[in-house]
């Protein structure tokens, strides 16, 4: 059954520190999404990135990098001299291309506090 | 503003009862998904409408359902409700496909079962 863990409960760091959020996901399909996710104080999602199963390439955007290793099954979010407005709880999620009806699972989330 | 309104903001209501979420897409996306996000099950993908039609089927009760109409907008129908059918849900559209576009989430629809 896909699978998505985020063993980071919450994290905390002071302004300008980097930061990594992991993300380790289970699936027996080879055609896949992984798609990470921020939650603000706010409360509103917002979509940050999609990664198919197909595309190892690391991705930057700015202070955020995403690191996709399917050799050890990790999609793992990293956030380059956090600023106090990346406090916010961070999900990974995965979805099945031929399996589970293309249903989408989510992590638990990790909540990230950043400090001035 | 993601451009993806839902409608209403909050709702209380009492256990047995049945009520109805509304959700209208960005201008051109033609894709709906519904979410729900509570303290004990978390953040879960409930359905997917495209155009009309659905294309995903995630953790959906069975005392829930949904629709497209065809302006687009979208309903979740929750009936027989429980108490631990309380939660945020959350619509969001794309385009076409979450495996190809952009997903914009609407603020949600916070739904307390008394």
């Known amino acids: 059954a896909q699978k998505v863990t985020q063993a980071q409960t919450e994290i905390s760091v002071v302004e300008k520190e980097d930061v990594t959020l992991d993300c380790v996901y289970e699936t027996r399909d080879t055609t896949y999404y992984l798609f990470w996710y921020k939650q603000p104080p706010s409360g509103e999602l917002v979509f940050l990135i999609r990664?198919?199963?197909?595309?190892?390439q690391n991705e930057i955007s700015g202070r955020y990098s995403w690191n996709f290793q399917k050799s050890t099954s990790s999609f793992n979010f990293t956030i380059t001299a956090s600023q106090v407005v990346d406090s916010a709880v961070y999900f990974c999620?995965?979805?099945?291309?031929?399996?589970?009806?293309?249903?989408?699972?989510f992590g638990a989330g990790t909540r990230l506090t950043v400090k001035p | 503003d993601s451009g993806v309104t839902q409608t209403p903001k909050h709702l209380i209501t009492a256990t047995g009862q049945r009520v109805t979420l509304r959700c209208s897409p960005r201008s051109g996306d033609l894709s709906v998904y519904w979410y729900q996000q509570s303290l004990d099950q978390g953040l879960q993908f409930l359905i997917h409408?495209?155009?009309?039609?659905?294309?995903a089927k995630g953790n959906i009760l069975e005392r829930f359902s949904a629709q497209q109409f065809p302006d687009l907008h979208s309903e979740l129908n929750l009936s027989s409700l429980e108490l631990g059918d309380s939660a945020l849900y959350f619509c969001a559209s794309s385009h076409r496909d979450w495996s190809t576009d952009t997903q914009y989430f609407g603020p949600g629809t916070r739904l307390t079962v008394l």
């Open positions: 409408y495209y155009n009309g039609e659905e294309r």
């Open positions: 999620a995965l979805s099945e291309a031929r399996y589970n009806n293309n249903d989408m699972r």
């Open positions: 990664r198919n199963s197909f595309d190892e």
